[in-house]
């Protein structure tokens, strides 16, 4: 093991400028979490409360163990997607414990148009669903819903990770044995009705919970028959007549009691403890902001973050010398051993190789990957393509692709283009991604793609006899739309990442990550052809 060294510290002239840059980007996110928390506004939020229902992150505050920490997943997303304001696209999603279990939870937000999905909040279920199925989490649904936004139902009905995706994976998962329990608080209407319907186990709240294909207003267009929406699928109904649900609530709390109850029967997937001493790092986690350069073209130094993150701020580095534009080592993290890659510079042939030879050495041990990008690509230039670095770019790309250990990526600096690919990007499937508020994400910076289209459109004018003329006034736009595009939060309310972290409590994140993994069933890694 090599004991890191941090060699920044708040002592460093540069830590007060970069903390001083920081600090704007902690504000922001600040707002924009409370925004989200906030949900659909006071005039619903009053509304919802003088029915006698709990605002949806009470009721998943209320539902989860006393003192145990909520994972949020995507509480920014939907943030400036559509003409209505759609905070946490209308559904608060997370994992927490009940009953002592780690779960998923879902729960509705009813208070943003009547909790109904949009494009995001079908996409935002799908991905809470994807992270219980690969961690074998318990699913928790807290359904109030209106179903289907209507006025976008071509984006949300026909197509493969649509609604539909969302039944298939209740019936998916129940099949694995992964349990699936509903708590119908409010509305559920066509599809939607699919949900409880669907789960292993279903709670209805009393004068609240409606469960019905055709609610009141479309029994009345197809048949013009007026019903209320108690006779056609309330509490009473279902729970002594139809059979879909299979509890009776007398209220939220009591519904959220049933719930822990269920969960608690089997105590399936108990919590598993690390399996190697927690050990702090040497240097806080508190100090990583200081490390974040006021000038966002400069790298962030590798190992400085290493020395943060890691237990006891130790590595067992991999190939020290060989490739160091790439840093990988073994170590762990909360007590959970972990193979670690950070980039330290721009990829290179070596870097790749390296990073591929590491990840068979981490499946073979069946070591968790973390990936920390802080990368702007893959090295360009005649020497380095005749050299083949595509070739060995796709080596580390096909051993990121196929490792089925847990992989987890988090974006520190920039991750541009392959590089992105390369570190564990969202097409990779790593069971967890964030970004830090400073980070950026895109096929190629700004100034890159201004350059590169300004060349493309010369070339196209050169063919016709013309210039482009003023060059800048072409490109500015093009930067401008890179610069607000690439930024975490832009990423976080696209749902590209799971969540925008603050860099102090990335240790935290991971731990908990790691800590889910660990409890799951491993999976055997079986690696394709690597081009020689
Ligand atoms: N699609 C689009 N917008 C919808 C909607 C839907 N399915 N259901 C509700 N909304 C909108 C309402 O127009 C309203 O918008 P506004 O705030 O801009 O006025 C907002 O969501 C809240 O609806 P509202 O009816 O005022 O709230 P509520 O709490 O009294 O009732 C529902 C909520 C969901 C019970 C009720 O709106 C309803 O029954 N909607 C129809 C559900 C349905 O038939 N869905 C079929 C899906 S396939």
Redesign the pocket.
Known sequence: MTTLHASLRPSSPDFGDNLAVYAGLREQHARLRETAIAGGGEK?RE??LA?GKLPARTRVNALLDPGTPFMEIGQLAGHRLYE?PTPSAGIVTGVGMVSGTPCMVMAND?TV????YYPATIKKQIRAQAIARENGLVCIYLVD???????M?EDIFPDEHHFGRIFRNIAEMSALGIKQVAAVM??C????AYIPAMCDETVIVKDHG?IFL?????VRAATGAIVD?ETLGGADVHTRLSGVADHYAANDRHALDIVRAIVGRPARHAAVAPPRPVREPLYSPEELPGLIPANAKHPIPAREILARLMDGSELHPYRERYGTTLICGTGSIGGYPVGVLINDGVLFRESAQKAANFIELCCQSAIPLVFLHNISGFMVGVEYEQGGIAKDGAKMVNAVATARVPKFSVIVGGSYGAGNYAMCGRAFGPRLMAMWPNARTSVMGGEQAATVLALVREEQLAAKGETLGNAEAFKQPIRDHYAAHGTAFHAASRLWVDAVIDPADTRQWLTLGLALAHGAPAQDTRFGIFRM
């Open positions: 619903a509304r919802h029915r209505d009813a148009k009547g909790g109904t819903s209106g179903g289907a936004y209507l006025p139902q409010g509305s209407t066509a599809g939607g409606t055709g609610g009141p207003q479309l929406a």
